[in-house]
């Protein structure tokens, strides 16, 4: 049989661990009706904790009460898009760039251009804004059993913040009209805070939080018996024990792990069971994976001087103290807390004791010491480049 275990981004698991109380408190709001706290709810956590797997299965849960349900993520155009997912439309955009037009003077010594530069044109959309596209949608609804829920992922640095801005407007007439609808928002813990913060988003620090964290241990071994069980193969208590404390209750590590062992037990012919062999076997490819599929992509999106703050911090075993980070940076320690701050705001770090950081994204320490070559070669090769082109 094929491996029960889904380690795809944004993959529903088969089960969904540890996340039963905010699944509750979701449900509890659907049911309660407009007005219900975490009818407008942010999802936050770190990379791979599991955000998008959330969106979804609050989605799933709406869906089997025949509710309408956009998914979007806040990259630009997305109040365009969810608008057409609202209406059943088109919602592609059209743009034309009109030719710059020239005028004579009748004095023959003066002139002028007028360019008239781009104009956008959204084919059946112009009257709609994502406020008249809800109403009109649940127009069409039973509103008494039927609402529209829309979920937006990776809010952010990123994202587009004029339409956040619309975006979060919209949703505040909707929740003062009590209308049948439910927001939610998904990004890292610091980078929704710097849009919360924005002077024109007030509103949305009243917005309940779902904080995922990494998942009890004891659950992780209940959902790997039971995964394993269910689907036609035995593992035995050491083995179960392996497996479970390999994943650091980091939900994404818990379906690479099951999913890695599961094809271990295949591949070494144990068709009927995972064994001790299997598991360690398993834990060694999901390591070398998670940091193919969530450390690398999230490291190279740092600038520089971020990725050599997290080299520095991945010499310790442990805890880091940021005088010595700054030391072996060869910087001071105000320069090297600019990267600090960033690095927890966005949940690649957490402080520990005083003047501590450590690694918040489990293995990312042994990432960075299997990549630190590669890293500080690719950082060379750019500081050369600068110097031949005078940078």
Known sequence: MYSPFKPTAGKRPPVLVGRDDDLDAFRMAIEEGPGAP?????????????????????????????????NETASVGFTERIIGSLADRDSRT????????????????????????KMQVSHDLAALDLRHAVGERLDRMDEDRQGVLI??????????????????????HLIREDRNVAVVFAG???????????????????????????????????????????????????????????????PFMIQLVGHQAWRASDRNGHPDAITLQDAQEGIEKARDRIGELVNGPAVDGLPPMAREYLL??????????????????????KYASVYR??????DFIKPTDRGFVDFRMPFMREYLRGHAAFYQLEESLADELRGSTGD
């Open 312 to 333: 520095a911090m991945a010499i310790d075993d442990g805890p880091s103290n940021t005088g010595e980070i700054a030391r072996r940076m060869h910087r001071d320690a």
């Open 188 to 250: 890292i813990p610091g980078m929704v805070n710097d849009v919360v913060n924005d002077r024109i988003l007030t509103f949305l620090r009243r917005a309940e939080r779902f904080h995922l964290q990494n998942v009890d241990l004891p659950d992780v071994w209940e959902a790997f018996e039971h995964t394993i069980s269910d689907n036609g193969k035995s593992a035995d208590y050491e083995v179960l024990n392996l497996l479970t404390e390999a994943t650091h209750g980091y």
């Open 38 to 70: 975490e009818r407008l709810l942010f999802v936050t956590g770190a990379r791979g904790i599991g955000k998008t797997v959330m969106l979804n299965a609050l989605s799933d849960m709406v869906k089997e009460r025949d509710w309408f349900v956009v």
């Open 94 to 117: 059209a743009s034309y760039t009109l030719p710059s037009l020239s005028l004579e003077s009748p004095l023959g010594s003066l002139g002028a251009t007028l360019n008239l530069g």
């Open 151 to 172: 979920t937006l992922d990776e809010l952010g640095a990123e994202s587009p913040m004029d339409e956040v801005r619309a975006f979060a407007t919209a949703v505040q």
């Open 341 to 346: 701050s960033r690095l927890i705001n966005e």
